[in-house]
């Protein structure tokens, strides 16, 4: 009984006739099953196909994870019918007999069993030679213009921030979900107050009973000079109403399916992520990320990034059989990143440098498997790092217009970018 | 009748006989406290027209909550005596009293009690188990231990040894973080410990990648020798740090093959920020930078190893070497702004108008890189004490916990909650920064969840979690538990280190070509031949529990009854006033305050605190939590 309570008290605003209307029977369906009573089956409540539009399908969500560090793109997607791939890396570079072969020319790296396994099931698109003009070799100031999407603009919001300040004017709680120790900038919003949390059962006031009527008085939104204070007091007053939610939300949630390895990292994460889509909070933007750069492999690199390269495929894949498992998988795509690729040639310590441009990956049901945009090349490198072919901000493009279908991209991009055309 | 006139109002005390007085006493003492408090508040933040103003504060401009906001943010806050102590001196006195720390004795800090876990065979460590096995393949030998001529497993010993130290060496590296949190606690010299806090989030350095506790420490000392010294002394310093040089690769930075790691970051995070070089600027400095490497914990230069050849650097062309590039990027105005940016932004506030940077750049310059000066002109100037700086700092975790036992007083760091662990779930565990940036700071602190993680960890002060509470340095994984749990049964280790009952491919495990679900990594996990590599960590943690000195687990020894008696407190709201006096910078807003009172007095059942001083401290713990868990007292 407590637990609806909690949920309508604030997981939803009361819906005015505005929103009622804007959202049609959508919301309907939800705020039923938040009842619990799903009176409306799913594909009953969704609105009819109209013009792209950001309403068109409340039921969208976009995951974006982050590969912190510089992904080697190169020993990922392996060029491996390249004569000069292993010229390049001629240490480093995988056996041609090793690769998962996807074509004549290309494979996956040996540990990407799941990324294969999501291939050949046709849910992966992979966007050769992402990157943008002038690229930045720092990770900060690169992984900076992918949270942004705006390289050399010295923007202050994120992407996904700007993203929920347009999809949702309203303003709705827990819009944005960040899940991590920090915040990251790509959800830093105007109007929006991210939830980001990372350890959901600890997610909680402790205190005696006596002291639980002082905590919401304490975390009370007032008005104050003090600039830090306010944004303080801003953040308590939603950290205190989220939080019973979140704890229920993976209290309530267990799986049967393998995401890998189970203690930690980003198999953990994308569980946090489907239990709070099973409970249906009213999120649509999500953002993971490995801490602490740890795709940034300078030295002896290969038996780190076969390690790395496992865990990721195998919680990503994990995460699509999980939301098949939940009936949301047709409502899902994932946006995998990194902040830049690596130097091409390897460097003496059996590692790589620094790079540029390095593919990006969507995964979902309703992606068509396949490559998109133009392949580098390896025999035509800018100082050992390869030309992008395809700048990042299309992927974005792509996954604002034809998967959340809101058309006016160019106005959260500052530019017009053509889309890919990667959905069914 | 006594009057003891405390010049903190909420302190104001009147020692009282008889009972004929009371009523004046009573009256006098409210009159007296509105008026000390209205007065207090023109004393705590100072003038709008101070904001960016360098002009040293005066005598008259003194008072004790600047002289707390002095000590918050030089230190980590403290008790009120401490208080009292800078508030009695003049500004320059105490700002002179804690910049200038190196004549005072420091010498009851205890050295780090080493477990004595460290042998030479394991530097250098290899840099991973892979790397470990490939070289015993190759040497017949890794780390001191030999590879088994026959039998079963041969490299098992090995992977044993690799593991053993991954752990003993990271259980060392907490009881130093712990250590290093009683020193910041009971030092006399709260500054030298802000400082190498501050240098050590600035030259961003992990045990995480290092795996040599003994080379942090010695990079820490750097930061204690050096903190408040000649920047470019620490810089050299930092260049020629086992630690740095393990963290950044430069054992892989020779002649020929430069690896750019070091280079790129002396540049981008320690002297100049993104914008004042150029790749090639990196690719020069790194080929400086060759042949810098260490030997155990000594700086060494391999000749044979460093490129003598010329080098176009910022500008500049020469044979240079490591110190000639420091000198070259010392020169650069921008190096200076950018170092006085950063200290300003770690001991005032985020985002300084360009011109004060501009300003504390050339200071920083005019002195030659001396930091004590730049430091000295911060603490003391107007700015310091303008509103934007005063009580709007969000306190790093480290600074949070450090500072919370401070102002209750104690003298030794709890064992439980364990320092370490509290921190690094606040977002900061020492010698493990999060990347080669370090601690981003300000509002990156708090995440709604780390909001309401704070008001918990107080709470875990007063009421230690017994139910839960786990010494995490003597506590592994549960894979690891159950393999150790079977192997003790008589398993062999295939059998006892194989997942068999927590995944869905239960039953199917031995056959991995069967389960279309399985985890690339669970169907990897034990498969050598050669070694076991579930067995060898889970060994490596019996054996790191073994030999490492364990954490003791002592909860907070405090009593808030004695600290209620001592200072007088005789009603509800004044004990409220008084710990909102001791505890925040940021002053609670009057209906808040009143919750407090309202509370206390409920659950004493008396406004009165005489009688309610045989069971006081209960209460009286649960209001200072709340206190603790507002989101003023996140500000310092």
């Known amino acids: 009984m407590a637990k609806t309570v909690i949920k309508t008290s604030f997981l939803h605003r009361p819906l005015s006739r505005r929103d009622a209307l804007r959202a049609g029977m959508y919301s309907l369906g939800v705020g039923a099953g938040l009842l619990g009573t799903s009176l409306v089956p799913r594909a009953l409540a969704k609105p009819a196909e109209a013009v792209p539009s950001p309403h068109a399908h409340p039921e969208r969500i976009l995951v974006v994870v982050e590969l912190s560090g510089g992904n080697d793109g190169v020993n990922t997607i392996i060029p491996y019918g390249d004569d000069a791939y292993y010229q390049q890396r001629p240490t480093i570079g995988i056996p041609a007999q090793d690769v998962r072969k996807i074509d004549a020319h290309f494979g996956f790296h040996p540990a990407m069993a799941g990324f294969e396994h999501l291939y050949k099931d046709g849910k992966l698109a992979i966007v050769h030679a992402c990157g943008y003009e002038n690229p930045i070799l720092s990770h900060f100031a690169s992984m ?21 300040d347009t999809l949702d004017p309203e303003v709705q709680r827990n819009y944005l979900v960040n899940i991590a120790t920090a915040q990251s900038l790509a959800v830093r919003s105007r109007h929006h107050s991210p939830l980001v949390f990372y350890d959901p059962e600890g997610f909680k006031r402790n205190g005696v009973h006596q002291q639980q009527p002082l905590f919401p008085r304490l975390s009370d939104k007032r008005d104050t000079p003090n600039a830090s204070l306010d944004f303080l007091t801003g953040l308590a007053e939603n950290a205190t109403e989220s939080a019973a939610f979140v704890r229920q939300a993976w209290a309530d949630y267990q799986t049967p399916v393998d995401y890998g390895v189970r203690a930690a990292g980003l198999g953990l994460d994308l569980r946090k992520v489907a239990a709070l889509i099973k409970a249906e909070i009213p999120t649509r933007l999500y953002y993971v990320s490995y801490a602490g750069n740890v795709f940034d492999t300078h030295v002896h690199q290969n038996d780190l990034h076969f390690r790395l390269l496992t865990y990721t495929t195998d919680a990503l894949r994990g995460f699509m059989q999980d939301l098949n498992r939940l009936g949301r998988a047709d409502d899902v795509a994932i946006m995998v990143f990194t902040e830049f690729g690596r130097r091409v040639p390897e460097n003496a310590s059996k590692g790589t440098d620094h790079g ?3 593919p990006v990956y969507v995964i979902g049901e309703k992606v068509k498997s396949g490559f998109y945009s133009t392949p580098p090349r390896l025999t035509d490198l800018d100082d050992g790092n390869l030309r992008y072919t395809t700048d990042f901000r299309r992927v974005y493009a792509t996954l604002i217009q034809e998967w959340l279908g809101y058309a006016d991209t160019k106005a959260l991009l500052r530019e017009e970018f053509e889309t890919l055309g990667m959905f069914v | 009748m006594q009057w003891i006139w405390n010049p903190r109002p909420r302190r104001l005390v009147s020692r009282v006989g008889t009972g004929t007085g009371i009523f004046l006493v009573l009256l006098l003492t409210f009159l007296f406290a509105e008026e000390a408090r209205s007065q207090q508040q023109n004393r705590r933040a100072g003038p709008h027209s101070w904001t960016g103003d360098l002009t040293p504060i005066t005598a008259q401009d003194w008072s004790p909550d600047r002289a707390a906001h002095l000590l918050e943010r030089a230190g980590f806050g403290g008790p009120p005596q401490e208080v009292d102590h800078l508030a009695a001196m003049t500004p320059a006195a105490a700002v ?70 991954l752990r003993a060496d990271a259980l060392e590296m907490r009881r130093a973080g712990q250590w290093w949190a009683q020193r910041m606690l009971v030092t006399k010299r709260p500054l030298q410990e802000k400082l190498a806090l501050f240098w050590h989030g600035h030259f961003a350095t992990s045990d995480t990648k290092v795996r040599d506790y003994r080379k942090l420490l010695k990079q820490l000392e750097l930061f204690w020798q050096q903190g408040n010294g000649n920047f470019r002394d620490l810089l050299i310093g930092v260049a020629q740090d086992p630690a740095m040089l393990v963290y950044l690769d430069a054992g892989e930075n020779i002649k020929g093959h430069p690896n750019e790691n070091f280079g790129r970051e002396i540049l981008e995070l320690f002297t100049l920020g993104v914008g004042h070089y150029t790749e090639t600027d990196i690719r020069e400095a790194a080929r400086a930078f060759t042949g810098w490497t260490h030997v155990g914990l000594a700086f060494v230069v391999k000749p044979e190893l460093h490129d003598e050849g010329q080098k176009t650097f910022l500008g ?19 190096a200076a702004r950018f170092i006085a940016a950063k200290l300003y932004r770690y001991f005032v506030r985020q985002n300084p108008a360009p011109g004060l940077v501009a300003q504390l750049g050339a200071i920083l310059r005019e002195h030659r890189y001396e930091i004590a000066p730049l430091l000295t002109t911060i603490f003391l100037s107007r700015d310091f004490y303008s509103p934007p700086a005063y009580g709007t700092q969000i306190k790093s975790p480290v600074h949070l916990v450090v500072s919370t036992y401070r102002k209750l007083g104690l003298t030794a760091i709890p064992g439980v909650p364990d320092f370490n662990t509290t921190t690094r779930d606040l977002g900061q565990e020492l010698f493990h920064p999060p990347n080669v ?25 007063f009421f230690p979690d017994m139910v839960n509470f786990r010494p995490p340095d003597r506590w592994m994984p549960v894979t690891n538990q159950k393999v150790a749990t079977k192997i003790a049964q008589g398993y062999e280790i295939t059998a006892a280190t194989i997942e068999t009952d927590d995944n869905a491919m239960s039953g199917n495990a031995m056959d991995p070509s069967g389960s279309e679900s399985m985890s690339m990594f669970n169907m990897m996990a034990g498969a050598d031949e050669d070694y076991n590599t579930r067995y060898g960590s889970t060994h490596g943690w019996q054996e790191a529990f073994r030999r490492v000195k364990p954490i003791p687990r002592f909860a907070a020894q405090l009593s808030m009854t004695s600290i209620v008696r001592q200072a007088e407190l005789a009603t509800t709201s004044e004990v409220v006033d008084y710990f909102l006096e001791r505890l925040l910078r940021v002053p609670l807003a009057a209906d808040d305050r009143q919750a407090l009172i309202d509370f206390l007095t409920q659950e004493l059942g008396t406004h009165r605190i005489k009688p309610a001083m045989s069971y006081l401290e209960e209460p009286v713990s649960h209001l200072v939590h709340l206190v603790m868990s507002t989101p003023e007292y996140q500000l310092g």
């Open chain 2, 437 to 461: 940036a370090g601690w981003e700071g300000g509002r990156s602190w708090i995440t709604p969840a780390l909001l309401l993680e704070r008001g918990n960890f107080a709470r875990t002060i």
């Open chain 1, 356 to 358: 540029t441009a390095t």
């Open chain 1, 144 to 164: 900076g213009f992918w949270h942004t999407g705006s390289p050399h603009a010295g923007e202050k919001l994120g992407w996904l921030g700007r993203l929920a």
């Open chain 2, 96 to 165: 002179r009293h804690l910049i200038h720390y190196q004549d005072r004795d420091n010498s009851h800090v205890p050295p780090f009690d080493e477990s004595g876990v460290f042998d030479p065979t394991l530097d250098p460590f290899p840099k991973s188990r892979a790397d470990a096995v490939r070289i015993a393949r190759l040497n017949g030998e890794s780390m001191g231990v030999k590879v088994k001529p026959g039998g079963s497993r041969p490299l098992q010993p090995v992977v044993d040894r690799f593991f053993y130290w």
């Open chain 2, 316 to 334: 500049h062309t020469g044979h240079y070497d490591g110190i000639d590039i420091i000198d070259i990027i010392l020169e650069q105005d921008v």
